[in-house]
């Protein structure tokens, strides 16, 4: 399915079976049946007045839902978000690794750029909490957070480790280790799997760049074309029956920006990579258009993810790598984070 526009390489983006199903079906609908339990939302006026109802709840929030059925509490959320801003804002004070090579097949090629850069410093027992294999079982990543939790030793007060190390390493006994180490990968991993897929997007969406594209105007139309955070869940709730009859109030629902950003009412030529059309353009109050959520509650990862970003996109095109001339399809699996797999970037 060639869905992703007409950029000048013709690259075929193909989609699961069920995404694609939903932007053939769906991308000019309001609200519809996905399952006998949930409706899904494509409408941009009824997803404000939906997530203007409530406040999303602990359950529905990834990074601070329970861990192992452990809240997380406000002072601890906070805590870890202080401790991973700091840790990005240092890391983009770092001068560019001389001779780093970015070719190679992304998102994975960026993703250990991106782990070494913030998180090089580490413990091995931390950062190989940030490899992206943990994600094909939580059995498998469990297994790794209780064998680091269980190791001796750790680094000391003053070693010179991120902060969020510093924050995990803080903890004494092991079920608080383990605990730390399971929030550490919590906070960490995102970074590096969000930033790591949008740039392999931007890649492949629209690479080799012209010179007059921004680095801020290719990713805000990448966001909009495949937006690695494509869905927000909110489970049932009379707020949101009252709203619409087409929510019952047993219905979860999800909202699909990934519909929502093509939209044809909306965008014009909306499949197609055209950064130009964010010059002058604000974001924020762009109807329609939510890659870091709803102003009401904006992704707590927002400012660190552009400027990394910006960042990697600096660094691939002063090397003038682009996708590579021969691979004209690749593949975006049914995953947690929208993004293409299995692009080749070499330098042109």
């Known amino acids: 399915m060639n869905i992703s526009g007409t950029d000048r390489r013709a690259r075929t983006t193909v989609f699961t079976p ?17 399952d006998p339990g949930t409706v899904g939302v494509a409408g941009p ?9 409530r406040p999303a709840n602990e359950f529905e929030r990834p990074t601070f839902k329970p861990l192992k059925g452990r809240s997380i509490t406000r002072p601890e ?13 240092n890391a ?9 090579d ?3 097949e992304w998102p994975q090629a960026g993703h250990n750029y991106l782990r070494d850069l913030v998180f090089g410093a580490d413990p091995f027992r931390y950062r190989v909490l940030v490899d992206r294999r943990l994600e094909w ?4 990543t469990w297994t790794v957070i209780g064998t680091g939790a269980g190791l001796p030793g750790g680094p000391g007060p003053d070693a010179p480790v991120s902060r969020l190390a510093a ?30 897929t949008l740039v392999a997007n931007a890649l492949w ?15 805000l139309e990448t966001l909009r074309l495949l937006p690695p955070s494509w869905n927000l869940l909110r489970v049932a709730s009379p707020e949101f029956a009252a709203l619409d009859d087409r929510i019952g109030e047993r219905d979860d629902v999800l909202m699909l920006p990934l519909l929502t950003h093509r939209s044809p009412e909306i965008w014009e030529d909306p499949d197609t990579f055209r950064p130009e059309r964010w010059a002058g353009a604000d974001p924020d109050n762009h109807p329609g258009y939510l890659p870091f959520g709803h102003a009401n509650e904006r992704c707590w990862g927002r400012h660190m993810v552009m400027p990394l970003a910006e960042r990697l996109l600096d660094l691939l095109r002063a090397d003038q790598l682009a996708v590579a001339p021969e691979q004209t399809t690749a593949r975006v699996p049914l995953a947690g984070l929208l993004g293409v797999t299995g692009v080749r970037v070499t330098r042109q």
């Open 45 to 53: 006026e009824l997803i404000d007045e939906i997530l203007r109802s």
């Open 205 to 219: 969406l629209g690479s080799p760049f012209d010179d007059a594209m921004s680095n801020r105007d290719i990713l």
């Open 92 to 100: 983009l004070k770092k001068p560019d690794h001389e001779g780093v």
């Open 167 to 196: 924050l995990t390493a803080a903890a004494g006994t092991y079920a608080e280790r383990r605990h730390a180490m399971g929030m550490y990968r919590r906070a960490a991993a995102p970074i590096c799997f969000t930033v790591s």
């Open 102 to 104: 970015l070719s190679g």
């Open 77 to 89: 959320s906070s805590a870890l978000m202080r401790a991973i801003s700091q840790d990005v804002k």
């Open 137 to 140: 079982t939580t059995a498998l």
């Open 18 to 34: 069920r995404i694609d199903d939903l932007l053939r079906r769906y991308r000019s609908a309001d609200a519809f049946r996905l």
